[in-house]
């Protein structure tokens, strides 16, 4: 091989190594960017999964503080409720003590007029019948009557009576069965149980002893209530000793005022008598 194709041959080696040189310089330059957006990508990537990582913490805490108030508020809500009741049970206990309150003051009221109407006159049979219409209208009785001592004889006569002829009622000893063991005792008798009862004058639905302090006159037994009255209540137990007072009173006088008015006119007849 001659010089000048040496020379040839060294500067075609120079070249090539010179191209393949250029080529790696490049290849590097593409790994280095390669490698440096794999480095970004790699950071975005960190970030990302940091900020999620935050994120759900966040969330996390935000979950949790809604059921901590949810809980809160429920709580409360139970509390309200429980409030509610109490003061619907409150109003409600006030609703019934107000119509009992009502019931109360409409029977003093009726017991007031009843008692004037009582006192009001002096007339033996005119005090019998308001006696009855009292009991038909305060009470509720259908069928009943008015037993008084006959102190002579000890035993209890029928006076009066409604829904039954007084005179089909039995004259009763004090002291005999239920009748005559509650004027004995001078306590009111009321029935246990009204359900299944039919009519027996040994054994009434209630007694009602006449009295003017403990001096017993009489009695009033029931027999029967009116249909629209299936029990009795505890105004009626107030409103039955309460009458009974009343009512004695008022046939005392009567009978006493009835007694003078007959002796003063028998001492009338005899005065008369003697001075014709």
Known sequence: MSRSDEEKDTVSRADDFLQMFKK??????????????????????EESLKGKDQGASSES?????????????????????????????????????????EEENNMLANLYIASYQLHSTLDFKEVLQIILEIVINLIGAEEFGVLLLDEKTNRLEPVASEGIATNEMPSIAVGEGIIGGSVKTGENYFIESMEGYQRD????????????KEHVIGVIVIYK?????DQFTNVDYELFTLLAGHAATAVFSSRLYSDSERKLSTIQGFIDLLTK
Request: charged share 35%; with cysteine; proline share 2%.
């Open 24 to 45: 790696g310089a490049e290849f590097t330059q593409d790994l280095l960017k390669e490698n440096e957006r794999l480095r970004f990508r790699i950071v975005k990537l």
């Open 61 to 101: 805490s935000d979950i949790i503080d809604l059921k901590n108030k949810i809980e809160a508020l429920e709580l409360e809500k139970k509390e309200i409720l429980g409030r509610i009741k109490t003061v619907e049970e409150e109003n409600q206990s006030f609703a019934n003590r107000y119509l009992e309150i």
């Open 201 to 212: 004058f040994a054994k009434p639905l209630v007694c009602i002893p006449l009295k003017i």
């Open 225 to 229: 209530l009116l249909v629209q009255k």
